[in-house]
């Protein structure tokens, strides 16, 4: 037991630690964890150890007292390099009174061999002076092996993925060096998506701003109003309300499948032209701006079922962008197509905005619309001063049949 083969010194002294029953609970506390536990005096003797402790370094607990731990079990590096006492964490413990806990070093056993330890080593401190330090310890080498085999299982799991993926693109003959190849998907796919959550669940979230404006001013209104008129607008008021609640709904629905499913059907039932005619209106109605209209499409051509599809999202984030940030009260939308080109401008009298404020790493709006136009060929142009609204400028040239 501990008061036999270890007994506490007086640099270690514990409160209480003096009286029988306390030496005996110390006792059986140090004998039965699993961890290696030795103090330590300021010469770096050893002042105590536990049985697990001294069978780990293959010693008996009588053969460690009074031996210079660091020189003991601590002496070396893993390649075998020395390690000077003065740079060891355990006595810094209590030379420079910092605790440790250090997972990345060996311990070393009488017979030569080491193994990988975790420690920990805190300072003993009696009457404001420090007297040594404990410390505990635990062979953590299953562990480094497990850590070891994952790393070498990851490695041949990646081996081999890397393998099959070069022979995909040996087959398919499309795919370049495989690391730019899968930064590059990556990347086109963080923007994609996060073009498409913007596009689907910002212009919703516009729609909710809008009707809120909406209830706000009705119901300043209300006052004003006679009996009759004023109920006939609590049921609207009502409406607007249920209307908001299935925006809400459609907004959570959408999270789950706004990549794969989400599509304005007007597009697929009545083109392009109608699903930009029908949006802009269903826009300044909800958001109460006039509308200077203006649409030309007589010399058109119909658009391949993509570029259709990114003309109709640029021209949605167009008003999206004046629904959150312009606070307009007119807009004024041009639409001409001809064979060979299209354009579109949408111009507010909004408050507007400085030039590089479009120009910002989270104006992610304007970089899914400057993107779109140039996957199209065509170009984005926007002008926009403080007081005086922005102008968004759409130019398309379609190829020659």
């Known amino acids: 037991m501990f008061a036999e083969t270890a007994p506490l010194s007086a640099p270690m002294h514990l409160p209480g630690a003096d009286q029988p029953v306390w030496r005996d609970k110390l006792s059986q506390l140090l004998e039965s964890t699993g961890e290696g536990i030795f103090g330590i005096d300021m010469d770096g ?11 780990q370094l293959g010693f008996a607990p009588a053969e460690v007292l009074g031996k210079n731990m660091h020189e003991l079990a601590h002496h070396s590096h893993a390649d075998g390099a020395h390690y000077p006492e003065h740079l060891c964490p355990i006595f810094n413990a209590f030379r420079m009174a910092l605790p440790c806990r250090i997972d990345t070093e ?3 056993r009488r017979d030569g061999s080491a193994f990988a330890v975790e420690y920990s080593s805190y300072p003993i401190v009696d009457g404001g002076v420090v007297q040594g330090a404990v410390v505990t310890f635990v062979d953590i080498s299953a562990r480094k092996r497990a850590e070891e085999a994952l790393r070498h299982a990851n490695d041949v799991l990646e081996q081999r993925v890397s393998e099959r993926t070069q022979a995909l693109s040996e087959a398919l003959q499309q795919l370049r060096e495989l690391s730019a190849y899968t930064h590059t998907v990556r990347e086109e796919e963080r923007t994609r998506i996060a073009r498409e959550v913007h596009d689907e669940l910002g212009s919703l979230l516009v729609a909710l701003k809008m009707d809120v404006g909406w209830l706000d001013k009705r119901l300043g209104e209300q006052q004003q109003r006679e009996p009759v008129q004023a109920q006939a607008m609590r049921d609207t008021m009502r409406s607007k309300c249920q209307n908001m609640g299935r925006l809400i709904e459609a907004a959570v629905d ?46 058109a051509v119909p658009l391949p079922e993509p570029s259709a599809m990114a003309v109709f999202r640029i021209f949605q984030e167009m008003l999206s962008n004046v629904g959150r940030h312009a606070q307009a009260s007119r807009i004024a939308i041009t639409i001409l197509a001809t064979a060979g080109e299209i354009s579109i401008s949408v111009h507010d009298n909004g408050r507007g905005a400085a030039a590089a404020a479009f120009e910002a790493a989270t104006a992610y709006g304007v970089m899914g619309m400057r993107e779109r136009a140039r996957h199209l060929g065509g170009t984005l142009e926007i002008t926009s001063q403080i007081g005086l609204g922005a102008l968004f400028h759409l130019r398309i040239q379609l190829p020659k049949s």
Do not use: K, Y
């Open 45 to 55: 003797c050893c002042t105590f150890i536990n049985r697990a402790g001294a069978e």
């Open 106 to 108: 060996l311990f070393w």
């Open 254 to 299: 959408n999270v789950g499948r706004i990549i794969t499913d989400l599509r304005p059907s007007i597009l697929d039932h009545q083109g392009l032209w109608a699903a930009l005619d029908w949006q802009a209106h269903e826009f300044v109605q909800s958001a109460e701006l006039e509308l200077d209209w203006q649409m030309d499409v007589e010399q």
